[in-house]
Each structure stands twice: as C-alpha cells, then as structure tokens.
C-alpha cells in the first residue's frame, strides 16, 4: 500500500523515544514531507521533554496512536517488538522497527507475516547499510572470496541488557550478506563474558556456499574503537574505515617489461551522511512508492537468524568467561 505523502501527506508517531527513538522523532520534525503526530513512551517525563524538543504532541496509549497515523517508527526493546508492532502490521499501517527484528526467530517471523498479510510496508533498523562507506563499499564489490570486520569499541551501559552478538555484530553480518550472493553453509564462533553476563566479545566465522568466508569479529569491552570490514575478491583488495570514512584499494596494473604486474592503491575520501536520516529517508521512499524498503523483514529476519546461529555455536563452544 502506497500513501501520496505530497504536501506532508505522510502522519507518522515513534514508539519510544529513548536515546535512539529521540533522533526518530528529532529527524521526522525535520522532514518537510512528514507530518510528526506524536510520541508515546513509557515514561511520560521523557514523552514530554521528547515532544516539546521536536514540536510534537505525547501521545496518551496506543489507540490514539492508531487513530492518526499512516506510519511509525517503533523503538522500544527488542523483546518488545512484537507486541509493540503488531497493532500497527495487523491494520496495515508501515512500520519501522529498530534492529534486530526480534528477539526469536519466530516472533521476527511473525512479524514478517503481518506485515505481509495486511499489505504494510516493514522496514529493519539496520543503519549502517545507509553509512555512506558501506554504500560506496558495496558498489566496488563483485564476487568477494574473502571477508573480514571488526567491530569493537568501549562498554556502554546502556547496551547491557543484550549480547555483543545483537547490539554489534549484527550489523556487520547483514553488510556480510548484502554483500556474498550465497548461502552459509556452515558457522563456528566462540566469544566471552567479560562485565555482563552476556557475551561481551566474540568472534565468528562464516562460510559459505560459493566458498567465501568471513571472519567476523564484534567487542564492547576494547580500549579504542576499530570499526572496518576487508574484503578480497579476484583483482582487487578493498579496506573500508567506517571511522575515517576511507576506502582503500589496491589492485593489479601492468608494468611494461616487467615479469608480473606492480600494484596501484588508492584511497578514497567518502563524502560523509547521516545515515540514520537517510534510513528514515528510505522509509518514506518506500511508503510513498509502495516498493520493498533496502532492509526489508525477510533482509532482517535473515541477519536474526544468523546472529542467533552465531549465538549457539558461542554456547556449544563453552567459552564464555
């Protein structure tokens, strides 16, 4: 289902607005072609300093919510997701919900289900495939072979309520499978606790149909933050600092004379986004042109199923602290 969001046409509320679900509604009061109803939140306190900050209403309980809008954004905790969703999915209204998409695979698949039942348009929070690197990265990529990320920063209090596998990691294996046109056949990984009693390190490696392979590694207890993904494909090795917002290439080049060819490199100097303003963008796309958003349901039940895979090789492996 389509909405003509011409003129503001597009009503849309946010469900949550805790740290992350504060910049939803800050970004939608900004968008000339979106029209921000309101915010409901658990804590009312927040609602209302959330509200006046981006000129909107608070929003009493969920009925009023459904009463007035064409979309939302839902940002509450993942085991929430489900029922948080639901009442939107299930009378068509489009729905952004934050990553991952649940906290099971057969709640993600339910919610999948509804949105597809009743014709609503889901989009997956998965920001970072709207990081101008990644963007840049993936038009460069062909055939990978090999593939490398690391992801690892310092502890955040915040985050503590959910592993390193589904706070971090799962960012780089949805890039890793936007990016290999294959099915992983086989997963291994081991991580530790370390301040949480959840899994605050981990490493997994993932192999795939078409032979590729990725290594991928997430931490929440490093000293310096390294955010980067390698890859290699035939002819080319491409390195992408998220940080700096630099790709480096390097790739053969014929040298007359020579007995094998030298090696030109390149850095490139990626023009910088916000990419959580051109998630909403994409969202509004989609609405307005009835087409799948970038990071669909399925796109996002597929990340979830992997990261929970990664999980349980973590736990069968014994190492945890």
């Known amino acids: 289902m389509s909405v003509d969001i011409a003129g503001g046409g597009l009503r849309v509320a ?3 607005v805790g740290y992350l679900g504060r910049f939803h509604a800050l970004i939608y009061s900004r968008m000339p072609e979106v029209e921000l109803v309101g915010v409901l939140d658990a804590d009312p306190e927040r609602a209302h300093a959330v509200a006046a900050e981006a000129g909107c209403a608070v929003l009493p309980d969920i009925d009023a919510v459904l009463g007035w809008v064409d979309a939302v954004s839902v940002v509450v905790p993942t085991t929430a997701h489900l029922t948080a969703a639901e009442p939107f999915l299930s009378r068509g209204i489009h729905v952004l919900l934050e990553k991952p998409i649940a906290a099971t695979r057969a709640e993600g698949a339910e919610i999948v289900r509804l949105a597809q039942a009743h014709g609503a348009i889901l989009q997956i929070g998965h920001v970072e495939r709207f990081n101008a690197g990644v963007m840049a990265l993936a038009r460069r990529i062909r055939s990978p072979l090999y593939l490398e990320a690391q992801r690892m920063g310092g502890f955040v209090e915040r985050a503590t309520d959910v592993d390193v596998v589904s706070d971090l990691m799962i960012h780089d294996i949805d890039i890793i499978l936007s990016l290999v046109d294959a099915e992983i056949r086989h997963i291994s990984a081991v991580g530790a606790s370390i301040l949480t009693e959840h899994v605050d390190i981990a490493n997994a490696r993932l192999e795939f149909a078409n032979g590729a392979v990725a290594n991928v590694v997430a931490s929440r207890v490093s000293d310096q933050t390294t955010r980067r993904i390698r890859v290699f494909q035939p002819g080319m090795y491409l390195s992408l600092d998220f940080v700096k917002q630099t790709i480096d290439l390097a790739e053969p080049r014929l040298v ?3 007995a094998r060819p030298g090696i030109t490199r ?3 100097q990626v023009d910088p986004i916000k990419p959580l ?5 994409e969202f509004a796309r989609a609405i307005r042109e ?4 970038l990071v669909d349901g399925r796109i996002g039940l597929k990340a979830l199923e992997v990261a929970l895979e990664v999980r349980d090789r973590i736990a069968e492996s014994g190492v945890r602290s």
Do not use: H, M
Not at 277 to 281: H, R
């Open 14 to 16: 946010v469900i949550g």
């Open 256 to 258: 007359d004379g020579a």
């Open 266 to 268: 390149e850095r490139i």
């Open 277 to 281: 303003d051109l998630e909403l963008a």
């Open 290 to 293: 009835g087409t799948p958003p």
